[in-house]
């Protein structure tokens, strides 16, 4: 259970890194990104069920934050590419 949200802090972590680090000039760097996020919420869902969903709801708010981020990527850098 730690190990699953020390993995999902991990991950918006990076996430808010990418957000105020210097200005992104290629979509391939979000586009890497996106996936890093989609691999953790594989990652979470496995854990999640190894721990039969009983995190006392804090799998499941990870989880969600995780989602939200994958679908603000996406949005990115579709964003991203229709702009060059």
Avoid: T
């Avoid at 680090?21 to 996020?37: F, I, K, P, S, Y």
């Avoid at 691999?39 to 499941?60: L, P, S, T, V």
């Avoid at 939200?68 to 702009?83: F, I, P, Y």
């Amino acid at each position: 259970m730690k190990k699953a949200l020390s993995v999902a802090v991990l991950c918006l972590s990076f996430i808010a890194g990418a957000a105020f680090a210097e200005r992104v000039h290629d979509w391939h760097d979000l586009e890497e990104v996106h996936g890093h996020v989609k691999q953790a919420i594989a990652e979470m869902e496995r854990a999640r069920a190894a721990n039969h969903y009983d995190m006392a709801g804090h799998g499941a708010k990870a989880e969600e934050l995780l989602r939200g981020a994958e679908r603000e990527l996406h949005a990115a850098v579709q964003s991203s590419k229709a702009a060059r």
